[in-house]
């Protein structure tokens, strides 16, 4: 026990200063190995964000870079980071909120997820740091861990259910408040950005005083909508101006009279495009009148609601690429205006409408109709090759047979008074697919060995052409000693050993500080084969046998086992010892570190035993052999999604049919 | 999700950058054995759908009652037994025909064109069978519905030109066996809904929004690549990029 302790503080206070390195390629080599879900830079993203988040200069960036030109500040590399700073404001400001309409859309999910990246980061970075300053600490980190497991538990988790991140291209976020930095200097803004009021004298005429939002209006999102109320009219209060305007729109004036702005005023009931001249529109507006404005950019068209009712179509023919950012305009002291950017329920509903149109294209695909040229003219008979394809290249061959005989069966049913001898499902046997099958159910199995002898046997060059795969394959089979090693002591510890059995651990206390302070990860590396080198002997039984003498067989199991796992360890560690490649390095270490911890079950690690773990590599495994073999790596199935997720964005970047469509969501489940 | 990195495409040079695109997407296994999973249930290939559970270690979707009486239903449609097919309906649900007039006119006036199949087929020609079942099973029911009542007009009209070596189109595809899948489906994807399930399978919406998608996209004038092929040719991989015409969805 006290050995396995002092491993486990070893291992935790090289851990934390791993974690503590914002190195973004620590999960890089091994994602493959924690869930199915995580992209190799997602776990690693956030990392680098951090330095960015203390950063106070949120309005300054986001409007020096937003100006900068045409385009709005998401663009730029760290723009969108901003979005969610509001370190500056009150809790309401910063706090995340999908407005209602936007739910469940593709665009809402990806600000989710770089929002809930960024919250992990912050615990991370939190935990990291309680976590390293405990293995610094004289007490046992073994201990530690032990207590803190349900944390551990909690923090591993959110690690690997995480969607992927892709941080290639930033996400535009949606308008969350008034832009303190982008108004009129007189204008003020109020509880947490939501209100601005007029706090100046009586413009002149042709003044005014306007305000933008912080974000403009995200053409991915479809249709955008928000909504003001007028809180108090200034006394004689005329000439509110609700709509949205250009980045470079002065804000002396009042919304719709310069160009590129847009406005509905509430002194007449006129709507204002480019111009000093309206058109008659709607109904005045004044105290308590619930303003809304929205923009459909799939038709570049903006309507405004009062007080939860349609008015019209007020402006056609928006220019597709210039950032409309929600403005409003005031010209008497004290007029007040609160906006709601769907942080609250809208007083119009704007769900209905969204649905509206999302159900309008999903009528339009709907009816989308082949031809399928040269496979068939006829969707089923597409769909069926598509399916028998996808089976057989997966190497699903009972599938596959029964599918073909399924559809056989059909198909001749079909055709009863013609020639049924028309299968258009290739039947014949695929030998290939057959090893391959078996191939993946070793390592689905977790049977490493038996899925390394089938490949060498039946595809001797795919392991020697990929050794990424070859190598990934080994650490998997380290990883299942280590799963066979925990499931044996789960079998001798039924109940979780008690901290007291731990206090020998301490022993080792000065010097596992030493090392646990090594800062370089050679010196880890030394220290592993240190360990795995010298502590593989009887000291280490010796303390075992003491904990527990009723299970001894059991115990010998795990012994034997545990003993075998050093020593393929140890054997693994040879073989790439002198691999120059950082990804094996990093991936060398997570490995190995499971070996230092009592319960790798609770501890962040944890993530590397799943068995989900194994699919990745049984899928990278079968497209290598496929590729070897001079078939293509992913079936047609699978590059039929692909072509559809990216042409889905291609129509939603600009806030066409695409903003409307979430492919998984809607198509996949 | 496949963490594949071994990518041959990287190796192409001259890649389009929307080849790019695509490539960065990794959709999740997970999701695309649910959508084979979903239309072997949902289209009746039950002993697929038991195998794939088991090879792609996944749950066979709540058992799923209906599944075999939906194949039984299918065959009798598609070997032109109507009759049986009607009756197995009702077992499973009356309700079905019942509240869908438009679903059951189809159902029948497959019957008839079953029934006009076989009195032209020989040279005897007793029609009998087919004006008798014409007047009490359809004509009442088109008497209420103008579309109903030019299908069997249509129907009928069969009749006159069978047998016949050549017919004009719209009389050709009621004998085709086509006509035949398409009302099984429309009864299949019933059966569903009267369950509160989906009616239609995942797939088929996907596979059309991949078209659309594709449509819009050059009628929006994206930069795309001349074709989007999907490999389903053996051999033809992203190496050979896009030349193979063989398996484009075309618009």
Known sequence: MS???????????????????????????????????????????????????????????????????PLPSYTSQFGYLNGYGGAHDGPTASAFFVPSYLRGSKHAEKLEEVHRARAAAQREHRSTHSSHAGSLSTSSSSVNLHKMSSAHRGLSHEVIERAPVFVEEPVAPWPMRWNDTDKFPQVEIEDGGRQAKFAGAQKTHDEAASVRADYPMPRQCGIYYYEVTVISKGKDGRMIGVGFSGPKVPLNRIPGWEPDSYAYHGDDGQCFSNTTSGKSYGPKFGTLDVIGCGINFRTNTAFFTKNGQFLKTAFRDLKPNVPYYPTVGMKKSNETLRANFGQEPFAFDIDKMVQAEKGTIQAEITRAKGPYKEVSTDETQFIHTLIGQYLAHDGYVDTARAFAEEVGDEVKALANDEDADIPYLDTEEDIDATQRQKIRAAILDGDIDKALKHTTAYYPTVLRDNENIYFKLRCRKFIEMIRKCNELKEHMHPIP??????????????????????????????????????HN?????????????????????????????????????????????REVKKALEDTFALIAYENVRESTLAPLLETSGRMPVAEELNSAILVSLGKSSSAALERLVQQTEALVNELADDGGPGAFINVRRDFLQ | MSSSTVSVSAATPTQHHFQRKVDDIKPSKTDINFVVMDYLISEGYPRAAEKFAKEANIQLPLEEESIQSRVEIRCAIHAGDIDTAINKINDLNPQILDTDPALHFALLRLQLIELIRKCTSTPSTDITPALNFASSQLAPRAATNPDFLKDLELTMSLLIFLPADTLQPQLAVLLQPTLRRQVASKVNEAILTSMGCRGEARMRGLVRLRLWAERKAREAGKDLPPSLPLGLQDGEGQQNGNGEPADIMVQ
């Open chain 1, 3 to 69: 050995r396995r302790g002092s491993y486990a503080q070893v291992a935790s206070g090289n851990t934390g200063s791993i974690q503590t390195n914002p190195a973004p390629s620590r999960w890089g080599t091994f994602s493959h190995l924690s869930n199915s879900g995580s992209n190799p830079h997602s776990a690693s993203h956030p990392r680098h964000s951090r330095p960015n988040d203390a950063d106070g200069h949120h309005n300054s960036m986001s409007t020096s870079l937003g100006r900068s030109g």
């Open chain 1, 497 to 534: 050993t008690p901290p007291s059995k731990r206090s020998t651990a301490s022993n080792n206390a000065n010097n596992t500080n030493r090392n646990s302070t090594a800062t370089d990860e050679y010196d880890f590396e030394m220290e592993l084969d240190e360990q795995l080198g010298v």
């Open chain 1, 537 to 581: 002997g009887a000291p280490w039984e010796a303390d075992e046998e003491e904990d527990d003498e009723d299970i001894e067989d059991k115990e010998a199991k795990h012994l034997d086992m545990e003993s075998k796992t050093i020593a393929y360890g140890q054997e693994l560690q040879a073989e790439f010892l002198n691999d120059p490649r």
